[in-house]
């Protein structure tokens, strides 16, 4: 039988019996969607880690200190430390195909500026920390390694800091800042950046040279962590064993004993933070794929029912010269265009969903094309699986019962 | 020029906790333009027979010539297209797909032909049911015919792919004596083209419209003979109308 009167036929079938068809797609429907969505939601939470940690800029290689590490990195991350200025110098002085090296010290004051003060993030940071993070400047300029070595009271500015500051549109550069008493001399605004990985804002900050930070606001003499720069990918590594031997070598940690701080590639810090994002897909996928499964055995219920209500008409065609395989055929066509429009459906509804969660909550949601053509695959599967045993059943049926059937 | 139907000792047993003998060594021929009813009582074998002659089953053992071509041996598949071929079937109950236009109901059986045909579906389905009277009724469903109406689209069917032989059972169950009468004579007129019909019925009446009588009783042909006093269903119709008239007119 042609293609198309078999296409015609089921067509015909499940426009019959609307409301059925229409239920028993919504299982497909709902299913296929649900997995769309879930998918979407993980592998935005996944592109927005990424796209933050990316941020903090490229071939980065963060030192921590680590002296509470046991409990897993995140703990020791920020605990006051066992990083020394020496091993900073020692590192910048030391070890070969690095391209930039900063500390971020985290502060906060209230700053004055003229009539009006605001209370932004203090950071204190080296002469390579723009570049790190490839901040442009909209204005002035960075200050140099000279300010840094002498704690000079110069200070860059974020946007939104200087707005507050100075007026929306004004240029702060060569205007003085109030700090803790202390006049810092704006040198440099900083372009626009956007949210930070915490969900902060990052132009609403001012930074100031690591010494000066150190001897005016926090006292600190040790740092809590520091990126270091790799002049290329390639480097990374090297520069990371190199880091670690000189750390390890400067502390004075025998063999076989932990080390006392922390270095973690970007990459690596990067595929930490993945991995709970893909779990957590997988997991949302896969209850997503259980009401698929639902949804098919929706599918072979109802064609099931479907071949028992049309067996006289099974016997007719037989009766008239349907083969097996052309009953087969019929009925298997009519649960995969059932499970296909059904994914079809779902694949809108997911795509529409996903764009509600990202406009409505505000996420960040990625339809992947792989999850739309493995959900249209996936749904033609279910069709076909669910409904190969009703078909089957019908294609088997007995011509003489068939057509007695009542 | 060979028969269209030649049986050779053919036996149907259905194996069961108890087996049923239900055919026992028949051997008929039927040839070719030919108008058979086959009779009996239920349980007789007819019913049997009439779906070993329409390759719905098969025969335990014996030989089943159609169009001379041996089908005893043949697998399922086989005999569907010979079904969808050689013959055409009426039932009783109509048997129509509900929802679909008469039309439609008469191109099913091409649907499923594997011989190519020069004229195009629809046009041989229009001219089936040109055939029985039909032009007017084509986008009609079912439900919308009456059950006279019913059966023509049905025979239409039946003669859709030009079949050697036309299997009819008991297509007047359903009908009263009037449409039985008229189906009757519209068989007549397909027979009188030349179509070779089979039509089981346990009424005598509807028996004397066709040319030769089978009888049948516990699965073997008990009698076989040609009809002698054959009723015209045309003259037959006439006198069922003054009948009527009479009964209107009387007081």
Redesign the interface.
């Known amino acids: 039988?042609?293609f198309f009167?078999i296409l015609k036929?089921a067509a015909?079938a499940l426009r019959?019996n609307k409301m059925r068809t229409l239920l028993t797609m919504l299982g497909i429907i709902i299913g296929v969607g649900a997995v769309i969505a879930m998918v979407a939601i993980g592998n935005g939470a996944k592109a927005r880690i990424e796209a933050q940690i990316a941020s903090l800029g490229q071939n980065v290689i963060m030192i921590m200190s680590g002296n509470v590490s046991r409990g897993g990195f995140r703990m020791a991350f920020g605990s006051p430390g066992t990083l020394k200025v020496e091993d900073y110098d020692a590192i910048r002085r030391e070890v070969e195909g690095v391209a930039g090296i900063s500390p971020e010290l985290r502060t906060s004051a209230q700053i004055i500026a003229g009539n009006q003060n605001h209370f932004p993030a203090i950071r204190g940071v080296g002469e390579d920390y723009v570049q790190i993070r490839s901040w442009d400047f909209a204005s002035g300029q960075n200050f140099s390694d000279a300010d840094v070595r002498n704690a000079n009271k110069v200070a860059l500015i974020g946007q939104t800091a200087s707005d507050i500051l100075f007026g929306e549109g004004s240029d702060p550069v060569g205007q003085v800042i109030r700090i803790k008493g202390a006049p810092f001399t704006v040198v440099g605004l900083l372009k626009r950046k956007g949210m930070s990985m915490s969900g902060t804002d990052e132009d609403d900050a001012v930074f100031l040279p690591y010494t000066s930070a150190m001897k005016r606001l926090t006292g600190d003499t040790s740092f809590r962590s520091f990126n270091v720069q790799a002049e290329s990918p390639s480097l990374v590594p090297e520069v990371q064993s190199q880091i670690t031997d000189l750390l390890r070598q400067r502390h004075r940690i025998g063999p076989g004993r932990e080390d006392d701080f922390i270095v973690r590639t970007q990459q690596e810090i990067t595929d930490a933070s993945t991995e709970t994002a893909k779990t957590m897909t997988l997991l949302l996928g896969s209850i997503a794929g259980g009401s698929l499964l639902v949804g098919g055995i929706g599918i072979m219920n109802i064609m099931l029912v479907s071949v028992t209500e049309r067996t006289?008409?099974i016997?007719?065609?037989?009766?008239?010269?349907?083969?097996?395989?052309?009953i087969l055929w019929q009925f298997l066509i009519e649960a995969v265009a059932l499970s296909l429009v059904g994914g079809l459906i779902g694949i809108g509804l997911g795509v529409g969903s996903a764009k509600i969660v990202s406009t409505k909550l505000g996420w960040t949601t990625v339809v992947s094309p792989e999850s739309i053509l493995i959900a249209f695959f996936f749904s033609a599967i279910i069709g076909i699986f669910f409904g190969f045993y009703p078909a089957r059943k019908a294609s088997q049926l007995d011509?003489?019962d068939a057509?007695r059937y009542e | 020029m060979k028969p269209v139907i030649q049986l050779e000792k053919i036996n149907k047993i259905y194996a069961g906790a108890v087996s049923v003998h239900a055919v026992r060594d028949v051997s008929l021929q039927i040839e070719k333009g030919e108008f058979v009813a086959v009779m009996g009582s239920s349980g007789s074998g007819k019913s049997t027979l009439m779906n070993l002659l329409g390759c719905l089953d098969r025969a335990t053992n014996g030989r089943y010539l159609l169009d001379g071509e041996d089908i005893s041996e043949l697998g399922r598949n086989d005999l569907a297209d010979i079904r969808n071929e050689k013959v055409g079937f009426v039932f009783q109950g109509f048997n129509l797909l509900s929802r679909t236009s008469a039309l439609e109901n008469v191109e099913l059986p091409m649907l499923y032909t594997r011989k190519k045909s020069q004229a195009s579906q629809r046009e041989r389905a229009l001219l089936a049911l040109e055939r029985v009277g039909l032009s007017d009724r084509t986008d009609h469903h079912p439900n919308q015919l009456s059950g006279g109406q019913q059966q023509r689209v049905a025979i239409a069917r039946a003669l859709a792919n030009d079949p050697s032989l036309i299997l009819a059972d008991e297509p007047t169950g359903n009908l009263d004596t009037q449409t039985s009468v008229e189906i009757m004579g519209l068989f007549q007129a397909l027979n009188e083209q030349g179509i070779t019909l089979i039509m089981v019925t346990h009424e005598l009446d509807i028996a004397r419209f066709t040319k030769r009588n089978i009888v049948m009783r516990d699965g073997r042909v008990t009698s076989d003979q040609p009809v002698t006093n054959r009723l015209v269903a045309t003259e037959e119709f006439q006198r069922l109308r003054e009948e009527q008239r009479a009964v209107q007119l009387a007081p």
Request: aromatic share 4%; net charge positive; no cysteine.
């Open positions: 039988m042609r009167a036929i015909r019959r006289r008409e016997g007719v065609r037989m009766a008239v010269g349907a083969r097996s395989w052309d011509p003489i057509l």
